[in-house]
T-cell receptor, first 111, second 115 residues
Framework: QKEVEQDPGPLSVPEGAIVSLNCTYS??????FMWYRQYSRKGPELLMY????GNKEDGRFTAQVDKSSKYISLFIRDSQPSDSATYLC???????????FGTGTRLTVIP | DVKVTQSSRYLVKRTGEKVFLECVQD?????MFWYRQDPGLGLRLIYF???????EKGDIPEGYSVSREKKERFSLILESASTNQTSMYLC??????????????FGPGTRLTVL
């Protein structure tokens, strides 16, 4: 079993839709949770970072962590064509030097 | 803003060639990483470094070596390139916790094709 599981998609939604991206994990020691966005042929860029459980909101993006279920989510409201990218979840027990990545979900927002 | 740069965006090499991929970060980060990214496999850690002249093997070090002579620069070396090393190579860096180092910052990637 992989440490981090992520549905690869692809996921296609119409512009303006609410998008839900998810990852599950097996290691209860994970405390740091991140979402990266990667445009085609570019490097990943950090989108959201949360520590422990709870929600974090940044504009149209909300990251949610449920440690009891070992489940994290990224919600995108009012999705835009510019949100079309691959979204990678990443997590760690003690910080940046030991990250476990999901394989990424490819999202396309159709105008 | 953290900036991580990689020497080439696209590279085409022949089997058996020695290949150097260079990465430079400008945020005085202690930690640097090399990954490769392949469809369906995600990011896999090749090597990482916590300090100058220090290196640690990641999950898939075979066929690769690294060099870190200066804090800001981390090089990945393919001693004898093979076709199965065709991939996207990503460099990343992170600082100590006091520098907000709880995540890694990535470069733009080098897409290497070995013919």
């Amino acid at each position: 079993q992989k440490e981090v599981e992520q549905d690869p998609g692809p996921l296609s939604v119409p512009e303006g839709a609410i998008v839900s991206l998810n990852c599950t994990y097996s290691n209860s020691a994970f405390q740091y949770f991140m979402w990266y966005r990667q445009y085609s042929r570019k490097g990943p860029e950090l989108l959201m970072y949360t520590y422990s459980s709870g929600n974090k909101e940044d504009g149209r993006f909300t990251a949610q962590v449920d440690k009891s279920s070992k489940y994290i989510s990224l919600f995108i409201r009012d999705s835009q064509p510019s949100d079309s990218a691959t979204y990678l979840c990443a997590m760690s027990p003690w910080g940046a030097n030991n990250l476990f990545f999901g394989t990424g979900t490819r999202l396309t927002v159709i105008p | 803003d953290v900036k991580v740069t990689q020497s080439s965006r696209y590279l085409v090499k022949r089997t058996g060639e020695k290949v150097f991929l260079e990465c430079v970060q400008d945020m005085d980060h202690e930690n640097m990483f090399w990954y490769r990214q392949d469809p369906g496999l995600g990011l896999r850690l090749i090597y990482f470094s916590y300090d100058v002249k220090m290196k640690e093997k990641g999950d898939i070090p075979e066929g690769y070596s690294v060099s870190r002579e200066k804090k800001e620069r981390f090089s990945l070396i393919l001693e004898s390139a093979s076709t199965n090393q065709t991939s996207m190579y990503l460099c990343a860096s992170s600082g100590a916790s006091s520098q907000g180092g709880d995540t890694q910052y990535f470069g733009p990637g080098t897409r290497l094709t070995v013919l």
